[in-house]
């Protein structure tokens, strides 16, 4: 059974930062491509930023400078440093995995944690 479990999501004011982290269980890290993505009220869910298991990183557009994905696969977690933060930045955000079993990968999801951006 995979777990992801988020946290490090609260409130912060405009300019300030946030580290959130996924601890992950029931697969063998190292092998997972893993991401980030956030929705807020009313919006569809959008990536935000991946890593590969090989260490590749990929941001959204909006992302790029201020965020940055990094992984400990000795830890099994994920994080996402959030740096420069906007109050379009608030909205839950879902650690994401996507696992190899065989040839088939799947794709699991954390419950969420909440950022809040206040101006």
């Known amino acids: 059974q995979v777990h992801l479990v988020e946290s490090g999501g609260g409130l912060v004011q405009a300019g300030g930062s946030l580290r959130l982290s996924c601890a992950a269980s029931?697969?063998?890290?190292?092998?997972?491509?893993m991401g980030w993505y956030r929705q807020a009220p009313g919006k569809q869910r959008d990536l935000v930023a991946r890593?590969?298991?090989?260490?590749?990183?990929y941001y959204a557009d909006s992302m790029k400078g201020r965020f940055t994905i990094s992984r400990d696969n000795a830890k099994n977690t994920v994080y996402l440093q959030m740096n420069s933060l906007k109050p379009e930045d608030t909205a839950v955000y879902y650690c994401?995995?996507?696992?190899?079993?065989?040839?088939?990968?799947?794709?699991?999801w954390g419950q969420g944690t909440q950022v809040t951006v206040s101006s």
């Open positions: 890593i590969t298991s090989g260490g590749s990183t």
């Open positions: 029931g697969s063998i890290f190292s092998r997972n491509d």
């Open positions: 994401h995995a996507r696992i190899p079993e065989g040839i088939v990968k799947y794709d699991y």
